[in-house]
């Protein structure tokens, strides 16, 4: 019998998009158009974006980002006190500017096409930061919607750079106060708006633990100030928890991978969730949205004493790839799942995003449409008792 409840279909957020809403788009950063105008523009994306995701067969969708530059950057939109700042510009404020550069050859980042948020004032809510994303999305569908949000971690990691940011916030924890309290007013608006679904992204927790001790990483130079990785996940789980305490009535989740800026494997984070397991099942949030289908996130073992805590949003194909996973191939790793988690509880999804970067999707719309028609195929299988084939 078919339960259409169970192993419901999702995206982590964003979308590959197309040439001409990336030349909206730089023409938008390079002051040459309004929000207004870039946003005419970016509606026919979404739109292509959410039919994408219809047409496969996904239950609940997002906008594909298709409004942002990439998954944090987008708020120097919708914030005041922030700066849009490429990695190329911060370089001149890393204290060991020649270490760095080499780091960022190896990982094969393109410093001059990442950009991050950067605290240069106080930072104020100027708008909502997805209000306007979520109403167009639910106009123009009719099945439950996900909104993807910065993570608290993440956007005080990422904003609070020395040098830039301390003048306004001395210490992390003064800009931190202040992110927390813009997020969580911007989870209850959505909330009462009527979304489904919102997602915390914090991918850089993998860097906490899995990154090289002191590190710097594009996306959070500002890293080579942590401290030690108990330390910092334990920051993160205090904002995560400042942040959504006491909110019910939307599902909450927090994603984490291992990075999505490039198909070389070998450049990008490995390592099981073990160490982030303590932190993560104390955060108050309904869903843990993670990477499962690539052999850096490690082994489903580890969540053995964790299986009943949170719902999984488990990651079953890999977005980096040109190769479309098979049915047969998703619905074996949900069986396997099944054996550490209630199938009431899991939720399928890629790995990530299909594009994180405007300017550096990991993938194509043509792929990633067959990647999420598998991902249906296997839902629907699984739902109704189908035999995987051996």
């Known amino acids: 019998m078919d339960d259409s409840s169970l192993f419901p279909v999702t995206v982590v957020g964003s979308w590959p998009r197309p040439p001409w809403l990336i030349q909206a788009l730089r023409k938008r950063q390079a002051g040459e158009s309004s929000f207004k105008e870039f946003n005419t523009v970016a509606d026919d994306a979404v739109l292509a974006s959410v039919k994408q995701q219809e047409d496969a067969g996904v239950d609940i969708v997002s906008d594909g980002e298709q409004r942002r530059d990439n998954f944090y950057s987008f708020v120097v939109e919708k914030l005041d006190g922030i700066k849009l700042m490429t990695v190329a510009q911060l370089l001149d404020f ?35 930061l997805a209000l306007d994303e979520l109403k ?69 927790l993998s860097q906490v633990v899995y990154g090289a001790e002191g590190a710097e990483t594009f996306m959070c130079a500002a890293l080579a100030s942590r401290k030690d990785p108990t330390q910092e996940l334990s920051y993160a789980l205090e904002l995560m928890n400042r942040t959504v305490q006491g909110i019910s009535g939307i599902k909450l989740g927090v994603h984490v991978c ?20 303590p932190y993560l099942t104390e955060m108050k949030v309904d869903q843990l949205v993670l990477e499962f289908a690539t052999p850096r996130a490690g082994e489903l073992e580890v969540f053995k004493e964790y299986g009943d805590e949170k719902e999984i949003g488990l990651g079953v194909v890999n977005p980096r790839s040109s190769e479309v996973e098979s049915s047969d191939l998703i619905e074996k790793r949900v069986i396997d799942a099944t054996k550490l988690f209630d199938p009431s509880k899991i939720y399928l999804n890629p790995d990530c995003g299909f594009g994180t970067f405007a300017e550096r999707p990991v993938n194509d719309a043509t792929t990633a449409s067959a990647k999420l028609r598998s991902i249906s195929t296997a839902a629907k299988r699984l739902r109704q008792g189908i035999p995987i084939a051996a």
């Open 94 to 128: 890393v204290k060991d500017r020649a270490s760095f550069e080499e780091s960022l050859r190896a990982l094969d980042v393109p410093a001059f096409a990442m950009k991050s948020p950067v605290a240069i004032g106080q930072v104020h809510a100027r708008d909502s």
């Open 136 to 204: 167009f999305l639910k106009e123009h569908t009719d099945r439950q919607t996900k909104i993807p949000l910065p993570g608290p971690y993440m956007l005080t990691r990422s904003s609070w750079f020395p040098g830039l940011s301390d003048k306004a916030y001395p210490e992390i924890e003064d800009l931190g106060r202040e992110v927390s309290g813009i997020l969580r007013r911007e989870v209850l608006a959505l909330k009462d708006a009527g979304a489904d679904f919102v997602q915390f992204d914090e991918p850089v």
């Open 258 to 277: 291992r990075g999505n800026w490039s198909r070389r494997e070998d450049v990008l984070l490995k390592g099981n969730y073990g160490p982030l397991l």
